[in-house]
């Protein structure tokens, strides 16, 4: 190293490119704008450093090397509150919708909405829609308040109902416009992302005051930019248990296997996180690494290693993995949900065929003993751990002061640790796949000793 790659001052950071958040002034002339109410809160003393103001940005990379050039550093207006609003209170009339498949923490981020509009803001019409998207224009609403959502939080699932697909652009924003709904908080995955866009761009298109805002929710913390999306870690948590009991029934077994599918249709984070957490795991199989049955180096003579030498085997296998192994007619290859995604076959029940033909075809006569476990529903419908249901305030809390703010079409998210507002069409474009040549992905193979497949 020279004299000048020692001395920190001789480097300097490439240019900052702030991503814009839009603004209802862009498009409502003249919009009202009043003092933040927090001022008179019982409950807050605000400082001169309380409130987030414009040129408050975070970081999306903090990570550099500085022997070599970079593009400009991408940065986030800080979410918080402002210190002028864009909405009265009193006019606030704001709907709250969840969207896709349960996932813990959805009560929590309801709750957390319905409370802080309530206590910090003064709004005293917030309504739930009942059954996703489509109840913009096929349900009643149902008027919230502290006292009904009050226990929310311990309950898993979501207490709005929620679905998949109903989604008629012209339908959900006539329907928002004719109930006077002028705040939208949409809770959900990608796709709910995907389907925020489209009802932004088609609210600034009729130049109506109404702001909408994302919060991001997947199981499988398959969203990008953010550095998770709520109810992952209650996953993985949960996820344990049921690795957990696979190793015991392998263990008491002779040659017993114990095979755990767990949630990740494109991402294997929770398999990944399982494996690291307990230690246990022999072998993890994830969308983002291909894997292969027969011959030198696949699946199957590994395991009859750790068979030869362990006894037993714990293999997690996320439910994307596999799916190119997976014999599909024709109509299976072109089928989709309702949400547009492609119908993924069954890798648990496939694999266990397959561990228990191979068994029989090269061991006959050997005791061999599988256990297959699928904690699929167990681990959507509980409610959020401490740490998820903290993290579901802030980013309710996050979503409401930027929206009171006047901002829309934006994401609540925490990046690098600190909360930001992201452009939802960014979020709804972004992925988070494992990246199976980081650190990360070495330390599982480290940890379970499995071939890479390659």
């Not at 908080?185 to 489209?198: E, L």
Request: glycine residues 8%.
């Amino acid at each position: 190293m020279d004299s000048d790659s020692s001395n920190p001052a001789a480097f300097s950071l490439p240019s900052i490119s702030l991503q814009t958040i839009p603004h209802l002034s862009e498009s409502i002339p003249n919009l009202l704008q009043l003092p933040n109410p927090i001022d008179k809160s019982p409950y807050y003393h605000p400082n001169p450093g309380f409130y987030i103001s414009s040129s408050d940005v975070l970081l999306r990379q903090i990570l550099f090397d500085l022997s070599t050039s970079s593009s400009p550093l991408l940065a986030y207006h800080r979410a918080g509150p402002r210190s002028q609003i864009r909405f009265d209170p009193a006019t606030v009339r704001a709907a709250i919708v969840t969207c896709g498949g349960l996932c813990p923490g959805l009560n929590t981020v309801i709750r957390e909405l319905v409370v802080a509009l309530w206590d910090l803001y003064g709004v005293r019409r917030i309504f739930g829609v009942q059954a996703g998207f489509r109840g913009f224009y096929s349900c009643e609403t149902v008027e919230l308040n502290p006292r009904i959502v009050h226990d929310w939080h311990l309950r898993g699932g979501t207490s709005l109902a929620t679905s998949r697909g109903g989604f008629d652009l012209d339908k959900i924003v006539g329907g928002i416009e004719e109930k006077g709904f002028n705040q939208v908080y949409c809770i959900g995955g990608d796709g709910t992302m995907r389907a925020a866009v489209k009802i932004f761009n088609e609210i600034k298109r009729r130049k109506l005051k109404i702001s909408i805002t994302g919060i991001p929710k997947t199981v499988d913390n398959d969203i990008g930019i953010i550095d998770r999306s709520f109810g992952f870690q209650t996953a993985v948590e949960i996820a344990l248990q049921a690795v957990h009991a696979a190793h015991v029934e392998a263990e008491s077994a002779v040659n017993g296997v114990g095979l755990v599918k767990l949630m990740g249709r494109n991402t294997g984070h929770i398999a990944l996180h399982a494996t690291l957490s307990s230690r246990v795991v022999d072998c993890c199989l994830i969308p983002e690494n291909d894997f292969y049955l027969e011959g030198e180096g696949g699946l199957f003579e590994f395991l009859h290693q750790r068979l030869k030498k362990n006894g037993h085997v714990v293999i997690v296998v996320a439910e994307g993995a596999g799916q190119n192994l997976i014999p599909r007619t024709e109509s299976q290859k072109a089928e989709q949900d309702e949400s547009g995604n492609q119908v993924f076959l069954d890798v648990g029940p496939w694999l266990k065929s397959e561990l228990n033909k191979w068994w029989k075809r090269d061991h006959d006569g050997e005791l061999f003993t599988l256990k297959y476990i699928d904690p699929t529903y167990m681990i959507r419908a509980v409610p959020a751990n401490a740490t998820d249901n903290l993290y579901c305030t802030l980013l309710a809390h996050s979503s409401i002061h930027g929206v009171m703010a006047g901002y829309t079409g934006f994401v609540s998210g925490q990046i690098n640790g600190n909360y930001a507002y992201i452009p939802v069409e960014e979020v709804a474009s972004a992925k988070n796949p494992v990246d199976t040549k980081d650190h990360q992905w070495a330390w599982v193979r480290s940890v379970t000793n499995q071939p890479d497949f390659n």
